[in-house]
């Protein structure tokens, strides 16, 4: 089974809508990542939580909300789409320490129509 | 501050020929350095990683890449492409905000046959 899950893996849907995205991770690591990827820029970080307690924004938070509702699980919601959140979204979770890299779930492709 | 520049956005090289991609960074700080692939409709995998060890470090697959200071310069490279090799190829930096990371654009790389 996979370390880092993401469900569901491909979402469309319309204007206006609210969608959630789910993250799960059996890795033990205490630290959860969300990131938006679009092609040319890269990944941009939209919320990154640090514990259940602790939850921050990222540089492109606008439009998004998250809930850690355990160690393990950590979601995105759009309160009410539009299309230019149109992309590749990627969940990472981490250890602590700047040396230790981020492992990736594999990606939900969100289209808004 | 920290950021990540790719200097090429797409490579193409032939089966069993050098791959190089160039990535600098900046940092105010002793960075940790990152390369992770991206294979279509796939999720990130971490190549190799740097972390104020030594500065050639080797990864999967046959890849490696050399920290040099003072060209803030992360090049990765390997000394024969392989068809499985085609994919997206990210540079990514983290400082002493352990909380994040910067990725660079990205470069694409093709291998023809």
């Known amino acids: 089974d996979a370390d880092v899950t993401q469900t569901p893996r491909n979402r469309i849907t319309k204007t206006g809508k609210r969608i959630m995205l789910e993250c799960s991770q059996t890795?033990?690591?205490?630290?959860m990542y969300w990131y938006r990827q679009d092609p040319g820029l890269g990944l941009r970080l939209i919320y990154y939580s640090f514990d259940v307690k602790d939850i921050n924004k990222g540089e492109i938070s606008d439009g998004y909300s998250v809930s850690r509702q355990a160690q393990a699980k950590f979601s995105l919601s759009l309160e009410s789409a539009i299309p230019n959140q149109t992309a590749l979204y990627f969940c990472a979770t981490r250890t602590s320490g700047s040396g230790n890299e981020q492992f990736f779930g594999p990606g939900t492709r969100l289209t808004v129509l | 501050a920290q950021s990540v520049t790719q200097l090429d956005s797409h490579v193409s090289v032939s089966e069993g020929t050098p791959v190089l991609l160039r990535c600098n960074y900046s940092s105010s700080y002793s960075p940790s350095l990152f390369w992770y692939v991206q294979h279509p409709n796939k999720g990130l995998q971490l190549l190799l990683k740097y972390t104020s060890a030594a500065t050639l470090v080797k990864g999967i697959n046959g890849f490696e890449a050399e920290f040099k200071k003072s060209e803030t310069s992360f090049h990765l490279t390997k000394p024969s492409a392989h068809m499985s090799d085609a994919a997206e190829y990210f540079c990514?930096?983290?400082?002493?905000?352990?909380?994040?990371?910067?990725f660079g654009a990205g470069t694409t790389v093709t291998v023809r046959a």
């Open positions: 890795k033990g690591h205490d630290r």
């Open positions: 990514v930096v983290s400082g002493t905000n352990d909380y994040k990371l910067s």
